[in-house]
């Protein structure tokens, strides 16, 4: 059994590690929000040598859930927005005033939230946490780790966040600089 699980972490590694070289890209100047990508600037399949990598496969096939929208103002001292299994915190002094933040629960095929207004930045060293909940997703309880994706409307890739993953809780977090689009990926 340990031999086993030390094979998926290793395979899980190795094909993160594939991923992460393939998704590098430059980061925008902290003052401007970041560019829209091109329709047809992100890669839906890298080769390496003799491996051929499908991007779009990285994200976690899940039972739709159903669509939901939340919106709240949040400000310097910082707050919590939910939107059905998903949970966004915005720590005090992220935000250096209060702005209508919005949460939608798209009812799609993967785990994802979408998050307005578009491009929202936070303070310096004072970035939010986004908890992405893959319970209702196949291959939830494989020992993989879980990451957050930034993705686009059609849920293409675009990049794969530095996240934390709690398998018994089956929930991936991470720190985000700005607002878009985020699901749970491989």
Not at 109 to 137: D, I, N, Q, T
Request: hydrophobic share 45%; glycine share 6%.
């Amino acid at each position: 059994m340990n031999v086993l699980l030390r094979r998926f972490r290793f395979v899980g590694l190795v094909v993160l590690g594939l991923v992460a070289v393939a998704g590098c890209r430059t980061a925008s100047a902290p003052t401007e929000p970041p560019e829209a990508p091109a329709a047809d600037a992100t890669p839906q399949a890298i080769s390496i040598g003799p491996i051929d990598l499908d991007l779009s496969r990285l994200l976690l096939q899940c039972t739709p859930l159903p669509y939901a929208r939340v919106e709240r103002v949040i400000g310097p001292a910082g707050g919590v927005l939910s939107v059905g299994p998903h949970v966004l915190t915005v720590p005090p002094g992220a935000l250096d005033r209060p702005v209508a933040i919005t949460a939608e629960l798209p009812s799609d095929r993967v785990s994802s939230v979408r998050l307005s207004p578009h491009g929202l930045e936070f303070a310096p060293g004072r970035p939010a946490r986004l908890s992405l909940s893959y319970a209702h997703c196949q291959g939830a309880g494989i020992l993989l780790p879980k990451r957050i994706a930034y993705i686009t409307e059609s849920l293409d890739l675009i990049a794969l966040l530095r996240s934390i993953d709690n398998p018994f809780q089956r929930r991936v977090s991470a720190e985000l600089e700005h607002f878009s689009r985020y699901a749970v990926a491989w």
